[in-house]
Structures are given as structure tokens and as C-alpha cells.
């Protein structure tokens, strides 16, 4: 995935789930990584990261 398709589906899935975005981003490629699926299990933690970064610094 492109970094602005990857910030653009970050964004539709924080507005699909608000806050648990992050959670379900991380779910998604931990999922990926048990069934092998190595290059989405990377896609999915690039748009965790960037839910992250979207968070802001002091949001937890």
C-alpha cells in the first residue's frame, strides 16, 4: 500500500471506530501475521502507526 492510500484508510477507519481504531488496526495485523500473510500484517502496522500519529502525542 502507498503511504497516502494507507493515511486515507487510517482515517476512514477512525471515523468507522473512533477511538478503538488503533486497537483494531493492531488486531487486523496480528491476524494477518498468524495466517502468514506477512506484507498486509506490514500494511495494517503502518496504518496503526499512523492512527497513532493522528492521535496526537498525548492521548494514550
Known sequence: MRE???HD???QLLEAHGPQAIAEAAQKAI???KQGEVELAKDWRHVEAALK???GPHQS
Do not use: K, N
Request: aromatic share 8%; glycine share 0%; charged share 40%.
Open 4 to 6: 497516502m492510500e494507507i
Open 9 to 11: 484508510y487510517a482515517r
Open 31 to 33: 491476524e494477518c501475521e
Open 53 to 55: 500519529m493522528m492521535r
